[in-house]
Nanobody, 121 residues
Framework: QLQASGGGLVQAGGSLRLSCAASGSNLTINRIDWYRQAPGKARELVASLNNIGNIGRITYADSAKGRFTISRDDAKDTVYLQMNSLKPEDTAVYYC??????????????WGQGTQVTVSS
């Protein structure tokens, strides 16, 4: 089960830190993605922390590079998305997703509820 939090209203240029708390899973061997969806737009992958197969890969969408940082606190079973230099176009509902490898070529996804981020100009 995933619980996303940390959204809110912030002025352009400001920062927010989103949290995705996991229960009943092992983030150290799974993959966590942060997605966002703005009104009328498709859901977009923003950042990914992939530890399936212990590869430890972090990737960002071009729109997030240099401004967003994904990180994990194993002691708290929580993944964070630190967002700096926010822009009005970052306004969206942000979701976290956990992917668990369940054997062979099979994976299972778990979605958290969204958290609204609104950036005013």
């Amino acid at each position: 089960q995933l619980q996303a939090s940390g959204g809110g209203l912030v002025q352009a240029g400001g920062s927010l830190r989103l949290s995705c708390a996991a229960s009943g899973s092992n983030l150290t061997i799974n993959r966590i993605d942060w997605y966002r969806q703005a009104p009328g737009k498709a859901r977009e992958l923003v950042a990914s922390l992939n530890n399936i197969g212990n590869i430890g890969r972090i990737t960002y969408a071009d729109s997030a590079k240099g401004r967003f940082t994904i990180s994990r606190d194993d002691a708290k079973d929580t993944v964070y998305l630190q967002m700096n230099s926010l822009k009005p176009e970052d306004t969206a509902v942000y979701y976290c997703k956990e992917t668990e490898w369940i054997g062979g070529q099979n994976f299972k996804d778990y979605w958290g509820q969204g958290t609204q981020v609104t950036v005013s100009s």
